[in-house]
């Protein structure tokens, strides 16, 4: 059953992806592609953009993230905003205790 309303229903929607950088080299030169491919960047944007990618593999593999992609083909779905970011983390998969959400203050209260 479909309720219709006239005013717009937003929804949050959060993904978190851990993801292992394999070949860093590989990742930076086809970040700098992107950037370099990239028609809407201006020259401030664009030099920023080549630092961040210079500095770390998480500025390299920000330049990958489409939130208008991930939501193209849903019908009656539009994007009305998206932010993301992009960071390294400490992450030891054979480690259970490992917090997915950074909530050691919590796991910590339970002990």
Request: glycine residues 4%; aromatic residues 6%.
């Amino acid at each position: 059953m479909t309720s219709e309303t006239t005013e717009p229903r937003y929804i949050r929607l959060q993904i978190e992806l851990i993801a292992e950088i394999v070949d860093e080299k590989a990742l930076a030169e086809a970040a700098l592609e992107q950037v370099r491919n990239d028609s809407f960047l201006e020259d401030e944007e664009r030099a920023e953009a080549v630092a961040a990618i210079e500095i770390d593999p998480a500025g390299s593999i920000a330049h990958f993230v489409d939130p208008v992609a991930m939501l193209a083909g849903i019908p009656g779905v539009e994007l009305a905003e998206a932010t993301w970011e992009s960071q390294p983390v400490d992450f030891d998969p054979e480690n259970e205790d490992w917090e997915v959400y950074g909530d050691e203050d919590e796991a910590g209260a339970q002990d």
